[in-house]
């Protein structure tokens, strides 16, 4: 008998994978730093209209970083998985990933390329939601080990 708790049931493709809590408090709170400095420059009565509007440019300079930051994700469909983080996306077939790692401390999951290499996936973060990252993980675990399973058998067969 094994410890290890059964796999995730299989989800129905294409499923995205994005931190919700974190996404919401991020966007949030953009709206809310803006429509802030933006009643506060329009409140200001010594304000010249320039500097007005270098307050409104700070407040949505400010709602835009935070809206980058709610960005990531991780989308899988049939052929593979979609990694968006902040500033880059990258497109990754099934027999790329060779692994789908969160360990405890972990700030997000990372995915063992057959390159060689390990590519942060930020969609994937236990932050705010720890116990919805894990199943994330492991659902993202049990979709990549069954599809490139299934892609070995389809070449050799």
Do not use: C, H, Y
């Not at 933006?38 to 407040?59: D, H, K």
């Amino acid at each position: 008998m094994s410890d290890l708790p059964d796999p995730p049931a299989l989800p129905a493709l294409p499923v995205t994978f994005r931190p919700g809590r974190t996404r919401a408090v991020l966007l949030t709170a953009g709206v809310a730093i803006f429509v802030v400095i933006t009643v506060i420059a329009m409140l200001l009565e010594q304000l010249s209209p320039s500097e007005r509007v270098s307050f409104v440019f700070t407040g949505a300079l400010l709602a835009g970083v935070l809206t980058l930051l709610s960005r990531p994700k991780v989308v899988a469909d049939e052929s593979g998985v979609t990694v968006v983080n902040i500033a880059s996306k990258r497109r990754l077939e099934w027999e790329e990933i060779l692994q789908v790692n969160l360990r405890p401390g972990d700030p997000w999951v990372f995915l063992n390329l057959s390159d060689g290499t390990s590519l942060p996936a930020l969609g994937i973060q236990p932050g705010i939601a720890k116990q919805r990252a894990i199943e994330d993980a492991r659902t993202l675990r049990a979709l990549a080990e069954a599809r490139s399973i299934g892609d070995r058998e389809t070449r050799q067969g």
